[in-house]
């Protein structure tokens, strides 16, 4: 635990170091890696336990929504406040579900969550008070009351961003180690006999999403944050493909690995939409190939798995 | 009898079952079972593929409701439990095909069975304290699996994963003890050796042992009563010498026709 919250503060620092020598347009990647980062985090969540979530779109665009809101209408435009709202309405918001969805497996579990996300979109694409399908504008946000000037607004995103990836990605790693986050994997390989020992498998998989939804709040509050602009493109179905995406090629062992694989999505994107603008999701498709055919087990199995190795 | 008389009596027997009746589609499963066990038994289940056994052992365990009948254990109803409120009061099983966690090690699988059976499964309290490992080490030694402990189960044969199955079964130090076959798929020569292990690891504990099993020798060697299944009914219920002379057990059952 202290080494873990050491090793954590390390590299919490070393990240804002190295962001003050990027420049803007990498820190802005960064800082979009690190928001959708968490919102795949939030799916290998669920992956552990042997299911895998297609309408995370949804989570991050309720995030998005409330901080948005919040933000125009309460006037509440606090950096630091707004991602933990956005996780805290996502998680409340989707909580009734997570009993239903708990007692699904398989295809059936991630198609139910699709149609969650796309009666969302439904809904706000619907709705004109938030803007419809073109969403709306969020304005510049603030640090602990301080406006930020135009020169620092990049860095302080970056910065908080990074901020809340580390210790999300911190506390993902401590739940991984802890009696639930085993219990969560020894459901993917056998529920019938985590049952038999006395565990609650469906309480297990219902507190699982619900923490998925929390990630992929924030996740999204923080991505509307940066982008300053939310629209319901955030719960459609490509999107949400994009966030399984990068947990495929991130694997389950690691959470390293799903910030990681976020910034391979967001560097492919970026250099494939200047060099071949219309063909960039075939690059990303052939990429995903290589990683299924070479990592079957994802990028965190090549640190992961040569440290199982007697 | 009066309901008080019943009463007194399920609760003088660890586990009882009254009129249990079970088919699935034309195929009677249990037939108007009625089975006593006493506290510190050791029973068999025997009889053909398809006699009832597993029905039987299923029944108790939650995993299969019964048509009619009623199941008490300790004098508690438990026929309309779920097999974790059932594992709650005391009854643990293991399977005939070993139900594990074969991706993770043999530790991991100890640490999961203790953290289901503690009920205190939590966010951020580590599954790998001292203590913990400790007490999964306990029982893994018991079984002799703890030179084994960090390989993966995928990785272990047949034998050891059958005693791991049971080292499971028996972290939640249960009152009741249900094994399914523990030495099917093991070799001839490690039967005896394998349920040495199993029955030296059970006597560190009271424990009262239900096993259904086809091999004779180890029916007669490890157990004090036999309860002998045809077609869902019970056909012999005595110590080993006798029910196993029985004719219907031998004609049904050992396959001794001529005998």
Redesign the interface.
């Known amino acids: 635990?202290q080494r873990l919250l050491i090793s954590s503060g390390l590299i919490l620092l070393l990240g804002w170091v190295a962001g003050a020598f990027l420049p803007r347009w990498l820190q802005f990647m960064f800082t979009m890696a690190m928001a959708n980062g968490l919102v795949s985090l939030g799916i290998v969540l669920l992956m552990r336990g042997g299911v895998v979530a297609f309408g995370q779109g949804l989570m991050a665009a309720l995030g998005g929504y409330a901080a948005a809101l919040v933000f125009l209408h309460w006037g509440w435009q606090d950096a630091l406040l707004l991602p933990l709202l956005g996780g805290l309405v996502a998680c409340l918001l989707t909580a009734p579900f997570g009993p239903l969805l708990a007692r699904y497996r398989g295809i059936f579990f991630s198609m139910l969550t699709l149609a969650l996300s796309m009666v969302g979109y439904g809904i706000l694409v619907k709705t004109d008070s938030v803007g419809g399908s073109d969403g709306f504008n969020m304005g510049r946000v603030t640090l602990l009351g301080q406006t930020l000037a135009d020169q620092h607004v990049s860095m302080v995103l970056f910065s908080v961003t990074w901020m809340f990836a580390v210790v999300c990605s911190m506390l993902a790693k401590?739940?991984f180690?802890?009696?639930?986050?085993?219990?969560t994997?020894?459901i993917?390989?056998?529920e019938?006999?985590?049952?038999?020992?006395?565990?609650?498998v469906a309480?297990?998989m219902a507190?699982n999403f619900s923490?998925a939804a929390f990630l992929g709040g924030m996740g999204g509050a923080l991505a509307v944050m940066a982008l300053g602009h939310i629209d319901p493109n955030f719960s459609y179905w490509t999107t949400s493909g994009e966030f399984v995406f990068v947990a495929i090629l991130a694997g389950t062992q690691s959470v390293l690995a799903v910030m990681l694989s976020s910034l391979v999505l967001e560097m492919v994107r970026s250099f494939s939409s200047a060099y071949f603008p219309s063909t960039w999701q075939l690059a990303l498709g052939l990429f995903l190939l290589l990683v299924i055919r070479f990592l079957p087990e994802g990028l965190g199995s090549l640190w992961t798995n040569r440290k199982s190795k007697? | 009898m009066d309901e008080q008389k019943v009463q007194a009596m399920s609760q003088a027997f660890l586990l009882q079952a009254r009129g249990l009746n079970k088919q699935f589609g034309a195929v009677v499963a249990a037939s108007d079972l009625n089975i006593s066990i006493r506290a510190g038994e050791r029973v068999s289940l025997i009889g053909s593929n398809g006699a009832g056994k597993t029905t039987f052992v299923n029944m108790i365990?939650g995993y299969v409701k019964a048509d009619s009948g009623d199941i008490t254990f300790q004098g508690q109803a438990i026929q309309s439990f779920?097999?974790?409120q059932i594992?709650?009061l005391g009854v643990?099983?293991s399977f005939q095909i070993p139900?594990?966690?074969?991706?993770?090690s043999v530790l991991?699988?100890m640490?999961?069975?203790l953290?289901?059976?503690d009920?205190?499964?939590?966010?951020?309290?580590?599954?790998?304290s001292s203590s913990a490992h400790e007490r999964a080490e306990q029982v893994l030694s018991r079984f002799r699996l703890l030179d084994q402990r960090?390989r993966r189960v995928a990785e272990l044969p047949g034998g050891m994963r059958k005693l791991l199955d049971i080292a499971?079964a028996m972290?939640?130090e249960p009152k009741l003890l249900l094994l399914d076959e523990p030495t099917s798929g093991v070799a001839a020569e490690e039967k005896f050796p394998m349920m040495d292990t199993v029955m030296q690891a059970l006597n560190d504990q009271p424990l009262t042992t239900l096993f259904v099993e086809h091999d004779m020798d180890i029916v007669s060697r490890y157990c004090d009563r036999v309860i002998a299944f045809y077609s869902g009914r019970v056909i012999a219920d005595d110590v080993p010498s006798v029910a196993l002379a029985q004719p219907d057990v031998r004609r049904y059952v050992t396959g001794e026709t001529h005998a």
Do not use: K
């Open positions: 635990m401590l739940y180690s802890s009696t639930r986050g085993l219990v994997q020894a993917r390989d056998n019938l006999r985590v049952e038999y020992m006395g565990g609650s309480n297990t507190i923490l007697p | 365990t779920t097999p974790r594992m709650r643990a099983r139900q594990l966690y074969p991706s993770l991991d699988n640490l999961v069975a953290a289901c059976h009920n205190r499964l939590s966010l951020w309290r580590t599954a790998h960090q499971l972290t939640g």
